[in-house]
């Protein structure tokens, strides 16, 4: 929605209304995808870190072997989502307090600082123990931008669109989302089939990625400077301050919150597997080579992104429990075995299509969990109460999934940690079982302009 003042409502049979109605969906349009362009900036910012942590792992810590450099590196990255329930808090109470777009453009110039610290910080070899200290900073900075982004993106996205497309436009979050992962893989092969050597890569390439987010996020923080503030936020001026982003007013919804710590713990988890991981599980247990485990991970994230449009516009027509329960049953019966045959493959055609298979039930997830959440909060709490309880849940399950299936296969008992996925999908889906469809029951649209 947009505010009253750049949007002034018609009368259907009012001169020039179709006019006014088409600019009004132009300037929608426009706000969604400038939102959906800086949210690609920005979480490019936090995956280029994962994606290139095979090549800069080596450059922060002591010389020892591959799989304890990357699992220092991957406690760095568990660290990082530490700070996102405090970003999820902070970013979510300037949202209902102040905007959406101050919140959303505070949250970016955060990021661009992790990034241009990650790619100006010295070398273990060079500084000592400076060096992991320097990286470590940048990624708490960075996680407390990202705790921020996700609740305020989704807020926006979903109070932007109309009512009978919020599932096709809010899954514009998780669209941008994994373009930032395909951008960073794409960065990542030009670097390494093209235009650097591996010892160059290893010794000072892998900077580049950092130093091209710094200088995007210039870009996200134009578009973000430029948003129109959405029609539910101003409207909802006449709500008393200490009910805007307050804690005591978010806890009068236990129901919406365990809803959605629920559906998010077992998303998350598969969501960070079969991709922020997945470059790293097919090197370090398929034994594939880099380039190749590249070439696999980038093919099926572009088939991911583009099922994600599609999957939020089925969800509009049949509802978002369908999906939901798609994804839990599917991840549920399918964890084990895909990980399995993945972990046991060395051909890169076999691992793609496995990999598709499992991103196309995890899509049941990532497609349409945006709306959900929004849907479950009034305008006064709805960025609070998606991204805190939110950035908490993937603190705990997203963020440690790396490290404990690096420590699982240093113990030589790798297959835990796929029963460890598996158990909690089956938890979320006792929740996607037990909730209300919110397609029909959404406090979105108690909040539409007339």
């Known amino acids: 929605m947009l505010p009253s003042s750049a949007a002034p409502v018609l009368s259907p049979r009012a001169p020039g209304a179709p006019a006014q109605h088409e600019r009004i969906s132009q300037r929608r349009l426009k ?5 959906s362009v800086g949210n690609l900036v920005e ?10 942590a095979l090549y800069f792992s080596a450059s922060f810590f002591p010389s020892g072997d591959a799989t304890a450099q990357l699992l220092q590196t991957a406690g760095i990255f568990a660290l990082g989502f530490l700070m996102r329930p405090i970003g999820g808090w902070m ?6 307090k102040v905007g959406r777009k101050q919140s959303m453009t505070l949250s970016v110039l955060l990021m661009s600082l992790g990034s241009l610290l990650i790619a100006l910080t010295p070398t273990y070899q060079t500084v000592g123990l400076v060096a992991p200290v320097m990286l470590l900073t940048a990624r708490l900075l960075q996680g407390l931008s990202v705790g921020g982004e996700y609740g305020v993106s989704a807020t926006y996205l979903a109070e932007m669109a109309t009512a009978r497309r919020r599932g096709f436009y809010s899954s514009f979050l998780y669209l941008t989302l994994i373009g930032a992962q395909l951008l ?23 900077r580049i990625p950092f130093a091209i987010g710094a200088g995007l996020s210039i870009v996200a923080l134009y578009l973000r400077s430029n948003l129109d503030e ?10 008393p301050d200490e009910q805007r982003g307050s804690l005591r007013a978010l806890a009068q919804h236990p129901r919406a919150v365990g809803t959605v710590v629920g559906l998010t713990m077992g998303g998350t988890l598969a969501f960070y597997t079969f991709t922020t991981y997945m470059l790293k599980f097919l090197v370090n247990t398929a034994h594939m080579p880099k380039a190749a485990a590249t070439n696999v991970c980038f093919l099926s994230l572009l088939v991911f992104a583009a099922l994600q449009p599609a999957f939020g516009a089925l969800a509009d027509r049949i509802g978002r429990r369908p999906l939901l329960i798609f994804f839990g049953v599917a991840g549920t019966l399918g964890t084990v075995p895909l990980l399995t045959a993945l972990g046991r493959t060395h051909s890169p055609g ?31 709490i709805r960025a609070l109460g998606i991204g805190l309880p939110h950035a908490l849940t993937v603190a705990v399950f997203g963020g440690t999934a790396e490290y404990l299936a690096l420590w699982s ?8 940690f796929y ?6 999908i089956a938890i979320s889906l006792v929740v996607f079982l037990t909730m209300k469809e919110t397609l029909n029951a959404s406090r979105l649209t108690s909040d539409d302009a007339p």
């Not at 979480?43 to 290139?52: I, Q, T």
């Not at 970013?91 to 209902?96: L, N, Q, S, T």
């Not at 793609?352 to 909060?377: D, M, P, Q, R, W």
């Open 350 to 380: 076999v691992a793609l299509t496995l990999l598709l298979v499992a991103l196309v039930i995890v899509s049941g997830y990532s497609s349409i969990n945006a709306v959900v959440k929004a849907e479950l909060f009034p305008v006064e």
């Open 91 to 96: 970013f979510g109470r300037i949202a209902d």
């Open 43 to 52: 979480w490019y910012d936090w995956y280029v870190f994962s994606s290139f």
């Open 419 to 424: 029963w460890y996925v598996t158990a909690c």
């Open 409 to 416: 296969k240093g113990a030589g008992h790798e297959a835990y």
């Open 31 to 35: 706000a969604i995808l400038s939102g």
């Open 184 to 206: 960073a893989l794409g960065i990542q092969l030009v670097l390494q089939n093209v235009l650097l050597s591996e010892a160059q890569l290893l010794a000072w390439g892998w």
């Open 230 to 239: 959405t029609g539910p936020f101003e409207a909802q001026q006449h709500t």
